[in-house]
């Protein structure tokens, strides 16, 4: 499946959010999924910026595509929208990661 991450990003702080969004994906990873990290827009707004709107477009755009959301735990008006979406699109959510199904696969993680 393809795992849209959801969490915090500026609540507490970007830094350890982002990290942890990608702490998730490598555990996504290791399930079998492939993961697709938002937080990690904010090295790309680092070089060209856009406003909010546009990278809330673009990340939904991205969880259109994406099977289910893996909602990372923390207050985030941004991600409960995400969530809300996704529900609206009959996507999966996942709040613990270790509810994530484990595939095999022939490709190396």
């Known amino acids: 499946m393809k795992i849209f991450i959801s969490g915090p990003y500026t609540n507490p702080d970007p830094v350890i959010n ?19 990290i938002p937080h990690l827009n904010h090295l790309w707004h680092l070089v060209s910026p856009h406003d909010i709107d546009y990278w809330y477009a673009y990340d939904l755009n991205w969880l259109d595509v994406c099977d289910a959301v893996l909602r990372l735990p923390g207050d985030s008006p941004g991600a409960d929208s995400e969530v809300e979406y996704a529900i609206s699109k009959k996507k999966r959510i996942f709040y613990d990661i270790r509810k994530l199904p484990r595939i095999s696969t022939n490709k190396k993680n």
């Open 18 to 36: 982002t990290r942890n969004a990608v702490l998730a994906a490598e555990k996504i990873i290791k399930k079998g999924h492939l993961p697709f």
